[in-house]
């Protein structure tokens, strides 16, 4: 190719009429290759990872855009929040990796995000979310300063309204990343707790929060009627079910009434409410629930482009019902592609935690917190560890063969004497036993933070609430059901000083877990609606009809 562009150059200066033939192939050269570099900037791939993680790669020939993505790209923003997102639209866009998911465990280190290639039909590599010509790009030689030629102005591109809100996630993307590696000082936020070891970065997590309030708006389908749909329970173990959906649908703040202006799209369906009035009693038949969510997403679907435009990517469910991960396998899409937010956490079920939500299980006998919360100083704490329920699924008849009236210091009952409140007894205790009954999640788990007990997760493939941001290692104890037996000596071998360390931990963080009507900063209203953002932020949505000016 070198030795071509020589001879022409020589060509250049030896034939007069040769080079009026290239003043005419110039002009027409320069305008062919602005056609297919116009028909590049189209072009994108999406790639759906075995994780379900969505990403777009947009292509590009440009050295300069490879060499500036690739060293973004080996920046990387730990909100631990289990998601990956590759992909950038431009050269200057930064990119945002977070950590892989754990499935089982919160307490396990972040992992690296590794550069991704997609191997093209033509023969080309999708690296870091750029195409890669595996040709080289051929070198023009310059010609006379006295021959000029005439180039059309371009002209800047308009942005349609759904670049403009990728746009925005991208700032905020920025905005996190550079907070997590100091370059950002955190304004003064009475409401923020002050940072710990409870969190896996407290400054990106800040800063993500601010950003959520700044610009996050949802769009709540109106289509659908009461009871199963714009309605759900708040008096019961299901409560944060019917208490989102009136917290989100009166929003002012974050809910939208232009599905334009929305990141995110709310499916306001209760499970709760169609187990009791869709499910048929003792039928065994699931049939009527998985119609009435089909029928509601082809609705809305046929109705509005959102759905279709990212296959159900951009669009949440929320249930605390234990049916919850079954009512979404009614519709591939919502399981596969879609932010579901879920009590029952459970990896082994198809709980994704790069993508789904798991939220907290609060039983509101009241529909309020009032007397629930609050507890004695760890010196007035006589009981070393307590639990009181039935016999509900494997792990709790495990704990009970072995610990039932056992121990003075591990107290565990089926049910408590008449007279001994249950609530008393938590606050008596340093640690809370919180075993899964039939499904992982269990309210047990919020009562003993409400109380300042130290809670003690016994499960298998749960993911406990907000451990995008959350380091549950650092203020709980987890115990896998094989270590039931050894439950005293591992307390025990808890230090009186670590103890204390810990109990302090729960007191900071219990106003995340607080319901309040209205909600209030950083309550689990706000925390549920973080994770659902943050799952936002790793996912780029693309129009095909990206050229189209709305």
Not at 89 to 113: G, H, R, T, Y
Not at 282 to 303: C, M, Q, W
Request: net charge neutral; proline share 7%.
């Amino acid at each position: 190719m070198g030795e071509g562009y020589k001879n022409c150059c020589t060509w250049w200066s030896s034939s007069s009429s040769s080079m009026k033939l290239l003043l005419f192939m110039v002009p027409l050269m320069i305008v062919a290759s602005g056609f297919v570099s116009i028909l590049g900037s189209k072009t994108s791939t999406w790639v759906v990872f075995p994780n379900h993680s969505w990403s777009s790669f947009s292509s590009s020939s440009s050295s300069e855009t490879r060499e500036s993505s690739a060293k973004e790209s080996e920046e990387m923003v730990d909100l631990h929040s289990r998601m990956v997102m590759v992909g950038v639209q431009d050269k200057e866009e930064a990119l945002l990796n977070v950590d892989q998911p754990i499935l089982n465990k919160s307490s396990s280190p972040p992992l690296p995000v590794e550069a991704v290639q997609v191997q093209q039909s033509d023969g080309s590599v999708l690296e870091d979310g750029l195409k890669i010509s595996m040709a080289e790009t051929p070198k023009v030689a310059p010609m006379s300063e006295s021959v000029s030629v005439p180039m059309k102005a371009m002209r800047p591109k308009v942005l349609t309204k759904l670049e403009k809100l990728e746009a925005g996630l991208q700032r905020a993307r920025v905005a996190i990343k550079e907070a997590s590696n100091g370059n950002q000082t955190d304004p003064q936020d009475p409401d923020f707790v002050p940072p710990g070891p409870m969190y896996w970065d407290s400054k990106a997590f800040h800063r993500s929060y601010l950003e959520m309030e700044k610009q996050f708006k949802v769009f709540v389908y109106e289509e659908g009627e009461p009871p199963v749909f714009h309605d759900g329970p708040c008096k019961s173990i299901y409560s944060m079910e019917g208490n989102f959906i009136y917290a989100m649908e009166v929003s002012r703040q974050f809910r939208t009434k232009d599905p334009e202006k929305a990141q995110v799209f709310f499916l306001p369906f209760s499970v709760a409410k169609m187990v009791q009035f869709v499910y048929v009693r003792d039928s065994h038949d699931f049939g009527p629930i998985r119609k009435t969510v089909v029928d509601y997403v082809n609705l809305i679907a046929s109705r509005y482009p959102y759905w279709n435009r990212s296959l159900g990517a951009d669009h949440f469910m929320l249930a605390c019902h234990d049916w919850g991960p079954e009512t979404s396998f009614s519709v591939p899409n919502l399981q596969k592609n879609s932010i579901r937010a879920l009590c029952n956490a459970n990896t082994s079920e198809k709980f994704s935690p790069m993508k789904d939500v798991s939220f907290p299980e609060i039983n509101l006998r009241t529909g309020k917190i009032n007397g629930l919360v609050g507890g004695p100083s760890p010196s007035r704490r006589s009981i070393l560890a307590f639990f009181a329920g039935g016999v509900h699924g494997p792990i709790r008849s495990v704990l009970l063969e072995h610990w039932e009236n056992e121990d003075e210091d591990i107290r565990v009952q089926k049910y408590l004497p008449k007279g001994v409140s249950y609530y008393d007894m938590m606050r008596k205790s340093k640690f809370c036993l919180c075993p899964s009954g039939y499904e992982v999640a269990s309210p047990r788990v919020v009562e003993a933070i409400y109380t300042g007990c130290v809670p003690v997760l016994i499960s298998e493939h749960y993911v406990p609430p907000f451990s995008d941001v959350l380091n549950w290692k650092s203020f709980s104890v987890e115990v896998s059901m094989s270590d039931i037996p050894n439950l005293k000596r591992i307390l025990s071998s808890i230090s009186t000083r670590q103890y204390i360390r810990m109990y302090r931990r729960v007191v900071q963080v219990r106003g995340h877990f607080e319901f309040n009507s209205p909600p209030k900063r950083f309550d689990v209203f706000h925390m549920i609606l973080h994770s659902i953002w943050l799952r936002r932020l790793n996912v780029r949505i693309h129009n095909d009809q990206s050229g189209v000016t709305n």
